[in-house]
């Protein structure tokens, strides 16, 4: 089993739609991250989370929102999906100690 | 807060020859990672720097930290197929747990 998983790998939705990605690893890890990928932009911050009750905003989190239910766990929203949020997700975890960041295989996101 | 820069942003290059990717920060480097993607897949991690002048290499590749450049250049010695992809440099500022990433370069090997 992959250490970070996410869910669902691939989605296409409708404009207006409410939609959650999520993300859950067996790291034990306590940072928790949450990125997109549009082509031509590498990766940009949409949240990150150092534990259950830090939830801090990246470079583009407008338009969605995150939950952290457990240390595991790491959900990204999009409470009302546009186009423009069609894109690659991917979630990330890491030690607080610092080291390498695990990513999950990503969830390819398409907004009609 | 702290942008990192790659370049090229797209390279062509025969079966077999070298090549060198740089990763430019506007802030002193603290740590520097090197990760290769397969077009549309997840993300490979291939090494961290940690220190000005550490220098690592795993199989034909090789990556630099120059901390007083604030930069990293990952070279390809005898690039092969399995090289392209895309490649992505991400760095944290010191004390902070907040990575970003700069915006890839692609890779294309031709035979």
């Known amino acids: 089993d992959a250490d970070v998983t996410q869910t669902p790998r691939n989605r296409i939705t409708k404009t207006g739609k409410r939609i959650m990605l999520e993300c859950s690893q067996t790291?034990?890890?306590?940072?928790m991250y949450w990125y997109r990928q549009d082509p031509g932009l590498g990766l940009r911050l949409i949240y990150y989370?150092?534990?259950?009750?830090?939830?801090n905003k990246g470079e583009i989190s407008d338009g969605y929102s995150v939950s952290r239910q457990a240390q595991a766990k790491f959900s990204l929203s999009l409470e009302s999906a546009i186009p423009n949020q069609t894109a690659l997700y991917f979630c990330?975890?890491?030690?607080?100690?610092?080291?390498?960041?695990?990513f999950g295989e990503g969830s390819r996101l398409t907004v009609l | 807060s702290q942008e990192l820069e790659q370049s090229p942003q797209s390279l062509i290059v025969q079966e077999g020859k070298n090549l060198t990717i740089n990763c430019t920060s506007s802030?002193?480097?603290?740590?520097l990672y090197w990760y290769k993607q397969k077009y549309g897949e997840g993300l490979i991690f291939l090494m961290m720097?940690?220190?000005?002048?550490e220098e690592k290499s795993h199989e034909k590749i090789t990556a630099k930290l120059d901390e007083k450049k604030q930069q990293s250049s990952l070279h390809i010695t005898a690039s092969q197929p399995s090289h392209a992809g895309i490649y992505l440099c991400?760095?944290?500022?010191?004390?902070?747990?907040?990575?970003?990433f700069g915006q890839g370069t692609r890779l294309t090997i031709n035979p």
């Open positions: 990330a975890t890491r030690s607080f100690r610092g080291g390498e960041l695990f």
């Open positions: 790291k034990g890890h306590d940072r």
């Open positions: 989370s150092f534990d259950v009750k830090d939830i």
């Open positions: 802030k002193t480097l603290y740590g």
């Open positions: 720097l940690q220190k000005g002048g």
């Open positions: 991400g760095a944290g500022s010191q004390g902070a747990q907040k990575l970003v």
